[in-house]
């Protein structure tokens, strides 16, 4: 039944989805494609590197100076940069094709330097070539991200002119997208079961466990945990949950759907719905901790919207809640704040590589390809180069949530080796698996990502209190 959750096995778990608004009808109209998958890779992300390393060798070190020599014509022998494996279905042109990319791209970068700069209307007058140049509905992977960078540079021009620098923080339109990037990538499942597996080792032999999860969404991430809690030989915890959210609507609904899977599952079950940002809240409020209990905590932290609120003030409450274990996933992107031609840098290196891995395993008309790329990364996009950096949102955020847990005597917890084992199961789930997915273990932690790039991180941590 539509909204019930199904669980076939501990990596089966497959959610329905509807479609985004932001599509067009014709690729509404198509629930499935007649396209197949590239198997030769564009790799979009190679190339923005090395045009990014000629852009900061021409940019003087100080942000302040008034002039930058950048143009096209700094950037020699371009024509190198072109990679030679070409994506049949996203590069059908040849080599006009390839111009049309590479001055793209490099329209993009003079674009952020002007931007760097203050020159709004130079920006301005850029911008206004490029979106009539880039579509988002492009076979080329290099003109449809240029076409949401496009989109979002656009919008800090004019929040720079208004003075506008609200965050985006509606979480409703892409929930749907979610379960659709929970279905052609494996991302998703990468953080769900690795931070279920650290979870579960934590709440080994526990009669009473209660999870905090600081963005729970439509609770995707937790029937897996409960089938296995509920099948345990000691038998099944009493299992309290506590899920925050921005609408209370959707936290409800979320806690129905959990609530009659733990019944189906025979397991005892709370839910406490929290319409609120986890550092706005008192710590008695969100545990109420009760003898005998342990506590998990997690977080997959995007860049869709703010989580947590201040962040010096969630780190407060995470202290005072003091949990048996905290799991966390970040995107490798960086940085998060600094100047703006930093995030534009880091950002389109990220992106670039993440619109590779849905580029080469995935056709171009494919409706839930387009579902994701609409609703998530260009929501991502635009909330890092529109709003990001606190001297715009007059609020500082940490880069790496990781390594202030560090810094504030939290303690790792080295991910197993059946968290690596769940991991290269997930990857091997997937087109492309075996060719770009890579996943590897550093400093107790796992990274997920495309061909070595790393875009995802998992990490566990503990408090003092707690051991």
Known sequence: MKGEFEVHGALDLIQPHDHCDYLPHHVLGSSTSSSKPN???????????????????????????????????????????????????????????????????????ECAVSISLDQLDVANKT??????MASPYALSCAERIVAYFTQAMSSRVMNSWLGMFSPINNPNPILNAFQAFNTISPFIKFSHFTSNQAILEAFQGRARV????LDIMQGLQWPALFHILATRACGPPHVRLTGFGASMESLNDTGR????????????????????????????VVVGRRGGEAVAVHWARHSLYDVAGPDWKAMGVLEAVAPRVITLVEQEIAPRGGSFLDRFVGCLHYYSTM?????????????????????????????????????????????????????RGFVQVPMSANSM?????????????SQGYTVFEGDGMLRFGWKGTGLYVASAWTSRASM
């Open 39 to 109: 198997t030769e890779q564009f790799d979009l992300s190679d190339w923005v590197q090395r045009v990014e390393e000629h852009l900061s060798e021409d940019l003087h070190p100080d942000p302040n100076i008034a002039e930058v020599a950048f143009s096209i014509e700094s950037l020699p022998q371009m024509d190198h940069f072109i990679p030679q494996t070409k994506c049949a279905k996203c590069d059908n042109n040849g080599e006009d094709s390839d111009d049309k990319n590479l001055g793209l791209i490099t329209l993009l970068l």
């Open 127 to 132: 911008l206004l070539e490029l979106s009539q």
């Open 210 to 213: 209660h999870i905090i999860d």
């Open 257 to 284: 759907r959990l609530s009659q899977f733990a019944r189906r599952l025979g397991m005892s079950f709370e839910y406490y719905p929290m319409a609120r940002k986890f550092g706005e809240v008192e710590p008695s």
């Open 355 to 407: 619109f590779d891995s849905l580029g080469a395993t995935l056709p171009v008309d494919d409706t839930n390809r387009y579902q994701v790329e609409h609703c998530l990364l260009a929501r991502e996009i635009n909330n890092i180069l529109a709003v990001g950096g606190p001297a715009r949102s007059g609020e500082e955020k940490f880069g790496e949530w990781r390594v202030e847990l560090g810094r």
């Open 421 to 433: 084992a769940q991991a290269q199961l997930i990857l091997n789930m997937f087109p492309g698996g």
